[in-house]
């Protein structure tokens, strides 16, 4: 476009030239640009019609073609910033609700990091190490949900684990993978085992449709699971472009799982919290495989008495801030919030909270920051 430019001027520097011996040699060899031809009155009177309409046409193209130059450029990078599903266009929480209850809705969640086990042993030492039966899963192609606990019995971090015909995945909160690590290869003697990072992503899907949608993805791993009992599966290091699924992030998921009182690692658990207190006995625990590091805590709480909080779900009018304080009727202090969000399925705020024993009963009224909340045993059943 340049060599165009001064073609469309070359003209008009020898008009120059010969109505001004004096100009500058520097000046006529100059090719204006089109703010200086704008803002330049002399030059605008001293082209003809003729070179006007041609320079103007020019500018005209010019700007054109770079506009239609960089188009796919910038949709190029709006594209790489969306989910790389395949799926429909991103819609608002309560859009994406209802297609994780009534169909089926896809979550990329980069926290959740990947660890790959392999080696001839790798099931029967893992199954020593975590609160779920691997051995009773191997071959269900279901992900079981599980925990590994210290020799305390305290909570190191929540697992969902995929065992193949070759190797076993385990999935994690990437905030607790480097201490999972440390924690499984201290425990690695003399088996035929190892443990590796992998870089491998993390997929959830939800809904009633999850796992006859996710067959049409590519490559990775696929399995069920349903922790949030509308229906899933889990997806790793899957090509999912193909599975023609709506989208949702990590804030519809963190709605749906508040809706569905499911508790999460790192944030209404943590390394201080005994499976129990978390109310994942029934879910991620196996009381009856063989022995595993800390199950005797874990067994002797079950067994032999009950544990002096516990996390409850809550229903109330307005969204509290974490942390605020769960207090009785009398105004005495029982317990704190622990994660809150505004429910559109039900149009009010639902929570998790952990609170004093004797207020965990479904139907238990309690009072946050002002405001009466209700115990219930799931918000949405």
């Not at 009182?261 to 919290?273: A, L, N, S, W, Y």
Request: proline fraction near 4%.
């Amino acid at each position: 476009m340049e060599l165009l430019d001064g073609a469309g001027f070359a003209d008009q520097s020898v008009v120059a030239q010969s109505e001004s011996k004096a100009m500058d040699r520097s000046r006529v060899s100059q090719v204006p640009t089109a703010s200086w031809i704008e803002n330049n009155a002399n030059t605008r009177h001293e082209l003809s019609s003729v070179g006007h309409f041609l320079v103007t046409s020019m500018f005209w193209w010019r700007e054109m073609g770079f506009a239609l130059a960089i188009a796919p450029i910038v949709e190029h990078g709006r594209r790489m910033k969306e989910p790389k599903t395949g799926m429909h266009t991103r819609y608002d929480v309560t859009m994406a609700l209802e297609a994780a209850r009534n169909r089926v809705l896809l979550v990329p969640s980069p926290e959740h990091a990947v660890l790959r086990v392999t080696g001839k042993d790798r099931t029967t030492w893992l199954n020593g190490l975590v609160t779920c039966d691997l051995v009773a899963t191997r071959t269900r192609g279901e992900a079981v949900y599980g925990l590994a606990v210290r020799k305390n019995g305290r909570v190191l971090a929540d697992l969902v684990i995929l065992v193949e015909p070759d190797e076993i995945f385990v999935v994690a909160a990437r905030a607790a993978r480097d201490r999972l690590v440390d924690s499984l290869e201290h425990h690695l003697v003399m088996e035929d085992v190892a443990v590796e990072k992998s870089p491998l992503d993390v997929t959830f899907a939800y809904g009633p449709q999850a796992m006859a949608s996710v067959s049409r993805a590519s490559g990775g791993f696929v399995a069920s699971f349903d922790r949030f009992r509308v229906g899933g599966a889990v997806l790793v290091g899957a090509d999912v472009s193909l599975v023609g699924a709506e989208v949702g992030d990590e804030d519809v998921a963190e709605t749906l799982r508040l809706e569905q009182g499911v508790p999460r690692f790192g944030v209404d658990f943590d390394e201080t919290t005994y499976p129990q207190e978390a109310g994942l006995e029934k879910t991620a625990v196996s009381f009856s495989k063989g022995c595993y590091l800390g199950q005797e805590v874990v067994c002797m709480l079950a067994m032999r008495g009950r544990v002096t909080r516990r996390l409850v779900s809550l229903v109330l009018d307005g969204v509290p801030v974490r942390g605020a304080v769960v207090r009785d009727p009398a105004g005495d202090a029982v317990g704190e919030i622990t994660s809150a969000v505004a429910s559109p399925t039900l149009g009010r705020a639902v929570a998790l909270a952990m609170v004093k024993q004797a207020y965990v009963e479904p139907g238990t009224r309690v009072q946050v920051e002002g405001r009466e909340a209700l115990v219930v045993a799931s918000p949405c059943p």
